[in-house]
């Protein structure tokens, strides 16, 4: 790219240009008409979910570069649809812009976008673009999941194990480093890097969900096709404890969860206080893994097969109080909320 | 409501306690997972699109209020979905807010935004509310159409019959009685007060979606039941002018279009030089009706059925000019473009 290139705005172009400019990172069948057309399975029921990122309130430049914010985006709505049990259909994207960004912002931007999507196996397929005073991107999600397979946070019942897909903590961890460049301090390159990654890179986890299917086929064999599937969840997006706490609302119950079955990152055992790493991984957020509710004997096959990082980190309990006990005793039993995180981490 | 209650900022209640504000206006059965579910009926397609509306550029106190502008809103995005054959499933909201806009305000906005969506049987299914400097709206709204009555842009043929579904220029003309009150010298109150409503209340035309279909009903059973259907289409919310061209450009045709066939309110007669009328029915915009072409004889009983207002504007020709006519030759022949309006109306 030529340096004229490089520095051209978008009032440089208009929206017209900046839509010519973009065409390819979008489904190619859903160009020129009032929308799009798509189509889906049949018996299968529409999800859809919708986030609005502001420039300087969900993303910054200091932090996360153009291609980063494309590719946490579109995470984080697809994180939605694979807790709902749903595979994605496509994405339509709103972008509110001030004349002067650079065209190569915004290119840059979809092409974080569509990375991660095409590793999703879905794209692009409708969008709008406006001339804003803030740089404003709205998503909005759409996947498809057969109605016994919706994955509800009001399913959640006494005795279930609370399953979590992968580690906690991890991308609160990468976004401290970015923040605060001096904590790299004790770790290694490659440590540091996994951490930023986390935090720059999030992965949304439908890739467990075909996982879920198949420990769910067998006994589901005997049941009744039509009764739901038994798994309550969400994902961990606003972090561990407000997904547990929001299950368990939803859901009428409560939870005990061991302190000591929070799967962490290995570089936190000796980088960060443990009631530190506690913290991150209860309130740091932004770890997209998927928490999930279900017979402890499903359960315990599903974290065998997720591998490492998953476990089952405690169970739900009659009541409505969702309690932190630490078998080691080291920490005092302790009840979670929301407000906790937010007196940590909150804006 | 009471002074204190009318006065209330977003600031004041949070994000948190202004979703709840608005739970009312929203479909029960969506809150409180990651992502609402829809039905939709077997073997249709689902049909999506989006609007970015940002304060002072899309919309603005001065000519509208909150309720008409959440009303333009939906509509704008209810006509997407007409002009594509679709029938709406619902939208999502996504709203962007500085922390001093009222709580009252963003209320009406839900007030006008839901009578639109329950007129056409439809609803808020899911959206998202977040902090941002400047008032944001991302609509996106879902439909569902059967995929033998998708109607697409290009498929205009020659000698195809170009209809509109309704006047063209009111909603422009409303908007100018708005910006300069002064125009309303020699209009009845009721006059002034129709156009305006056209401006702030414009109708999605999906009520002419199941007259179109019965249209086509007849010769439709003895042809191929999987043959496309022969209508091209998309609304004028862009203007008239700005509808056909697109038509055209996607079709690979021209147009002829007959300046005395253009439905323009009947007030335009004594109110408005000729020229400036029709220019307002061309270039003005936003009169969300529907520009359809489809085989002259259909095109006839179509216009028929659909009563006042609708008319046969002109037919499909070869080539890839748009030309503007006058029988009576008043007006020279002149080609249409997108540029000329955008210079007269432009901002």
């Known amino acids: 790219m030529n340096s ?8 440089d172009i208009g929206e017209q240009g900046l839509l010519e400019r973009l065409q390819h990172f979008c489904s190619p069948e859903i160009i020129g008409d009032d929308a799009a057309v798509l189509e889906t399975a049949s018996e299968q029921s529409l999800v859809v979910t919708t986030d609005v990122l502001v420039d ?29 049990g749903a595979s994605p259909l496509g994405i339509t994207v709103g972008l509110g812009l001030p004349g002067e960004v650079r065209v190569s912002w915004v290119e840059r ?6 990375e991660c999507l095409q590793k999703y196996n879905t794209s692009i397929v409708g969008g709008d673009i406006v001339r804003s005073p803030v ?10 999941v057969h109605p016994s ?95 547990i706490i929001q299950i368990c609302r939803a859901s009428g119950v409560g939870a005990l969860i061991e302190h000591r079955q929070i799967p962490l990152p290995k570089v936190f055992d000796h ?43 405690g169970s739900i309990t009659s009541g409505s109080t969702v309690l932190l006990h630490d078998e080691q005793k080291k920490f005092p039993d302790r009840v979670l909320n929301f407000s906790q995180g937010f007196q940590h981490f909150g804006q």
């Open 271 to 313: 980088w960060l206080p443990q009631e530190q790493a506690l913290e991150y991984a209860l309130y740091g957020g932004e770890d997209f893994e998927l928490v999930l509710c279900l017979p402890q004997e499903l359960a315990s096959a599903f974290v065998q097969h997720l591998g490492e990082g998953a476990a089952i980190v």
């Open 135 to 144: 740089t404003t991107l709205a998503i909005t999600a759409f996947g498809q």
């Open 4 to 11: 004229e290139l490089s520095s051209q705005q978008v009032q």
């Open 149 to 243: 397979q919706i994955i509800r946070r009001s399913a959640a019942v006494v005795g279930d194990a609370i399953v979590v897909t992968g580690v906690h903590g991890a991308s609160h961890a990468g976004l401290q480093l970015l923040l605060h460049p001096e904590l790299r301090q004790n770790l290694k390159d490659a440590e540091r890097t996994a951490l930023i990654r986390a935090h720059q890179r999030p992965q949304p986890r439908l890739d467990v969900l075909p996982i879920l299917w198949k420990i769910l086929d067998s006994p589901s064999k005997i049941q009744n096709p039509k009764s739901k599937i038994p798994v309550a969840g969400m994902d961990s997006s606003d972090g561990l404890a407000d997904a």
């Open 109 to 114: 931007l979809y092409q974080g976008m569509t």
């Open 56 to 84: 300087g309130v969900h993303f910054s430049n200091v932090t996360t570069s153009p291609e980063d914010a494309g590719w946490r985006a579109a995470a984080a709505n697809l994180s939605d649809l694979a807790a709902m």
